[in-house]
């Protein structure tokens, strides 16, 4: 069945009994479980409701920086006070996407069956040298590009980030992000592309690797940037176990009117990063892919300059194809009201690439 068919919007007159005060968890908010009691999983097409962490009416809207929302982050990567920021609890369906049929160009993500030998996700010479090339090549294959590299990675646990565990080779594991965000904004994109083409800093993944020398080359970065590339994020679970704890939600991208959008800037001591985050409308399509394996993968596109929203008509892009309708994906951790209550927290690890086409 197409993702298409399956059409349900969101009713905040349905809430689930949960407590309305949320607690703060990193970037975003968890609002703990269900009070009258666990749900049935959805059937593929049928939704749950389920609690995500949007941005209140009165934050500022915008595609580019206002300088209203945001956080300073510190050296060691911990963020002081948010400001301009309302995190608010929105009750929202979240429909059972296996069986149907997701495009990247289409809906801004896709689940694809993986199946491989499994390295040590927490080794992270492993994932550099042995699971970077595989999910160029996932990449390559899914959406046609002409060259495909991988240039970060996080692994995330709930649990193991609580207690302050760290991956073989010395990166913190990181917690899963309950906030509905999107990592890049038209802004810092085609900057973190452009980053590629200089020689890695200091606490870049990829400088054990590369040492002094840039994963993109200089001299023809800007021609590259000038048609279509794309930046898309590879998403596994990384248990024996399949995920029932803190999924992965993620919304069809033409879902979301830009309107909507609200860019949060992240103020280092020498830089600005920005993400997206958004307000709520009920024209947002949420999807999940329940009891995700280690042999399944969620492809996730972050940001395509062929995405009909930025794209300006003709030039390179028209000579790539023309315009897509997804420039990027919103998605979010989310708290799944049929999770069992004694179920372990969900491992996983997403890897960033950047698709040249």
């Known amino acids: 069945m197409p993702a298409g068919e399956a059409r349900e919007e969101a009713d905040d007159s349905r809430p689930l009994k949960q407590a309305r005060n949320g607690t703060s968890h990193g970037i975003g908010m968890m609002w703990g479980p269900p009070e009258d009691g666990l749900v049935p999983t959805p059937l593929p097409g049928e939704s749950v ?11 500022p809207r915008g595609l580019t ?29 979240v429909i059972n996407g296996r069986g149907m049929e997701f495009d990247l160009d289409r809906h801004g993500f896709a689940f694809e069956a993986d199946k491989r030998e499994h390295i040590d996700y927490f080794d992270e010479d492993k994932v550099l040298k042995e699971y970077y090339p595989a999910c160029c090549d996932i990449v390559q294959r899914a959406i046609g590009a002409k060259k495909v590299v991988a240039f970060d990675h996080n692994v995330r646990s709930k649990t193991l980030s609580d207690s302050k565990e760290k991956l073989k080779g010395g990166s ?3 917690g899963p992000a309950f ?22 800093k200091v606490n870049d993944t990829l400088r054990k690797v590369l040492g002094d020398h840039p994963l993109v080359d200089p001299a023809t970065v800007e021609e590259k940037l000038s048609g279509r590339w794309a930046l898309i994020n590879v998403w596994r679970n990384i248990r024996a176990k399949p995920v ?29 990063g920005e993400n997206y985050f958004a307000g709520k409308s009920v024209d947002h399509r949420w999807f999940y892919f329940p009891f995700a394996t280690r042999d399944e993968a969620i492809l996730l596109k972050c940001w395509d300059s062929a995405g009909a929203a930025f794209a300006p008509p003709g030039g390179k892009i ?28 969900r491992e996983s690890i997403e890897v960033r690439t950047l698709a040249f086409f």
């Open 172 to 174: 913190a594991v990181q």
């Open 49 to 59: 409701i389920a609690p995500l962490t949007y941005q209140g009416d009165a934050v």
């Open 318 to 345: 028209a000579e790539s194809g023309g315009r897509v309708p997804a420039t990027f994906a919103f998605h979010s951790a989310f708290e799944d009201p049929s999770t069992p209550l004694d179920a372990e927290d």
């Open 244 to 272: 029932q704890k803190l999924p992965l939600a993620l919304c069809e991208g033409p879902s979301v009117p830009l309107g909507d959008v609200v860019t949060f800037e992240i103020h280092y001591a020498d830089r600005v």
């Open 179 to 200: 906030v509905v965000h999107n990592d890049y904004t038209v802004t810092s994109a085609p900057r973190r592309a452009r980053d590629l083409a200089k020689p890695p």
């Open 65 to 93: 920086a206002t300088g209203k929302v945001g956080t300073h982050r510190d050296g060691s990567g911990s963020d002081g006070e948010y400001f301009g920021c309302e995190f608010v609890r929105r009750d929202v369906p």
